[in-house]
């Protein structure tokens, strides 16, 4: 399954532009592009959501530079969907309205619900989703049940890029660190999850970057805040 290795998202509302620095992770060597992912004529808010889906749903893999956006994802799964990632409904095609089938190919059946009569098909309700080459069959879907399954992403997608947006603004000043009962004070080695114990210093860094860290590492990592030293 072909993804992008996102290195760097940057909104910008004012001029209409999402700007993603990403590679394919079926391009090799990878190499990285930067790209306006709000198309000309596309609305800048739908662009948005786009986006999330794109994130939660695989589409986009953040690199450890896009913390802030990992941090924000992770928090929003947490909150409103238990980490189960219910609303990639809309990534299902086939689930996001009743195809229905006219023709006489044996692999319609498969999946096709009814054939639809010249009187149906003449009403308006139908659309055509796709046909074959020669014209021996087609797949039609029904307008009303597209249009209220779009209605219900639409609603979802909106609850979930408030929550997101929350997260992602949200300010924690001061600097913290990682410590466990276990391990002492905690080092991690890059991000993958490694990291070195007992240390005799402290690596502090701001909280997003911390709580990702964490829950990379183990459940039993805290984050603490550093505490300033009184002026004398």
Not at 16 to 21: F, S, T, V, Y
Not at 110 to 115: A, K, N, S, T, V
Not at 203 to 213: E, G, I, Q, V
């Amino acid at each position: 399954m072909g993804y992008y290795k996102i290195k760097s998202i940057s909104l910008k509302p004012k001029e209409k532009k999402i700007i993603l620095c990403g590679a394919s992770n079926n391009v090799t060597p990878i190499t990285y592009y930067t790209n306006n992912i709000v198309g000309e004529n596309e609305d800048y808010h739908n662009a948005e959501l786009d986006l999330m889906r794109a994130i939660n749903g695989g589409g986009y893999v953040l690199n450890n530079s896009c913390y802030k956006w990992e941090y924000a994802r992770m928090k929003t799964n947490e909150e409103i969907y238990n980490d189960k990632n219910t609303w990639q409904i809309y990534d299902d095609t086939k689930k996001n309205y009743q195809l229905y089938y006219r023709g006489n190919v044996s692999w319609a059946k498969d999946y096709c619900y009814i054939e639809l009569t010249d009187t149906q098909l003449a009403s308006g309700e139908y659309k055509v989703e796709w046909e074959d080459k020669k014209g021996n069959g087609k797949t039609y879907y029904n307008i009303n049940e597209y249009n209220t399954k779009q209605q219900k992403v639409m609603t979802i997608l909106e609850n979930y890029y408030n929550v997101f947006m929350k997260y992602f603004n949200e300010k924690r000043d001061g600097e913290y660190y990682l410590c466990s009962d276990t391990y002492g004070y905690v080092e991690p080695k890059g991000t993958n999850g490694a990291f070195y114990y007992n240390c005799s210093t402290i690596k502090t860094m701001d909280y997003k970057k911390a709580y990702c860290l964490s829950n990379l590492i183990s459940k039993d990592i805290s984050i603490k805040k550093e505490m300033k030293k009184c002026d004398s």
